[in-house]
Structures are given as C-alpha cells and as structure tokens.
C-alpha cells in the first residue's frame, strides 16, 4: 500500500518550465514502479512517463520525449517529472501512479494513484 501526493501544478507561458513533486508513503518507495499519467478535459487519460523501481529505465510518451524528465529519489519517496518548453497541448491534471507489479501506458492497469495536480500552459 502506498499514498501518493503530487504538488508543483500552475499556471504558466508557453514555453516555459515546471517541476511536478509526488510524496510518497507507506511500503517502501523502492518496490515500486512509478510514472505519470495526465487527462485534458474531454479526453482520456494519456501516459506520460515511466521509471523503474531503482530508476535504471525511464519511458517517454512521443509527445513529451525530449521535453520531459522522469525521476525517484526512494532515499526521499519522491518522484517528479521536469516539464520543459511547455506547450498549450500540455495543459492537463497531472496524476502520479504507482504499481509494485508494472510499468505500463494502460491507466487502469495501475494500482495507486494521487489526487492530480493541474497543470495550465497558455500561449
């Protein structure tokens, strides 16, 4: 069992940077996958980005993959997700995801999920 809060959403320009925060409790941070995963209102839940349980592999949606960085600290039970040149396209609620058993684009697959943090890139 793990609780996941994510912080660090806002409002922003285009182009522009921001840095998603998940806390993590419960079992320890290290068992398990994590990643990110984000709705735009009217459509469904996209990933985004994924890193194994010691952070040796990271995954990248194509639409964010030179722009986004995933990564853990298990010392810390955080994981954060750096958004560079943010674009409007990025505008969504940011969920934080967590499985002891997976890494996968399939949301529902995922076990734990945080609140959601919004994120709004104007242009």
């Known amino acids: 069992q793990v609780q996941l809060v994510e912080s660090g959403g806002g409002s922003v320009q285009a182009g522009t940077s921001l840095r998603l925060s998940c806390a993590g409790s419960?079992?320890?941070?290290?068992?398990?996958?994590m990643g990110w995963f984000r709705q735009a209102p009217g459509k469904e839940r996209e990933f985004v980005a994924g890193i194994w349980k010691i952070g040796d592999s990271t995954y990248y949606a194509d639409s964010v993959k030179g722009r986004f960085t995933i990564s853990r600290d298990n010392a810390k039970n955080t994981l954060s997700l750096q958004m560079n040149s943010l674009k409007p396209e990025d505008t969504a609620v940011y969920y934080c995801v967590a499985d002891a058993s997976q890494l996968t684009k399939v949301a529902t697959k995922w076990d734990y999920w945080g609140q959601g943090t919004q994120v709004t890139v104007s242009s």
């Open positions: 419960g079992r320890t941070f290290s068992s398990y996958y």
